[in-house]
């Protein structure tokens, strides 16, 4: 049964650093596109950030562009996210996910999904 599960949340503070893993079993992902998404209190569920299977291509939201970067280790199947600059607007649970598309790919493609992690701002 393929399985996502997330980790590194915490609570930050504005400035601060946090860097989220996504851990990926029952199946291989390495041919795989992957995502992040986070869901704020009392928002719909966004898209942060992209990859395609290899790692060569990357997208990014423009809220989190320059601030975070996405990636993979495909021997590890594991899923990146490191988070720099954080801002109390980034306050969200987190989740990854993944899809059969090798590239990138819109939300509605994506047919894996982790539980989330909590990432929130204690300032």
């Known amino acids: 049964q393929a399985q996502l599960v997330e980790s590194g949340g915490g609570l930050v503070q504005a400035g601060d650093s946090l860097r989220l893993s996504c851990a990926a079993s029952?199946?291989?992902?390495?041919?795989?596109?992957m995502g992040w998404f986070r869901q704020a209190p009392g928002k719909e569920r966004e898209f942060v950030a992209a990859i395609s299977w290899s790692g060569g291509s990357t997208r990014y939201a423009d809220s989190v562009k320059g601030r975070f970067t996405i990636s993979r280790d495909n021997a590890k199947n594991t899923l990146y996210l490191q988070m720099n600059s954080l801002k109390p607007e980034d306050t969200a649970i987190y989740y990854c996910a993944a899809t059969t598309i090798a590239t990138i790919a819109p939300e509605y493609k994506y047919d894996y999904w982790g539980q989330g992690t909590q990432v929130t701002d204690s300032s």
């Open positions: 029952g199946r291989t992902f390495s041919s795989y596109g």
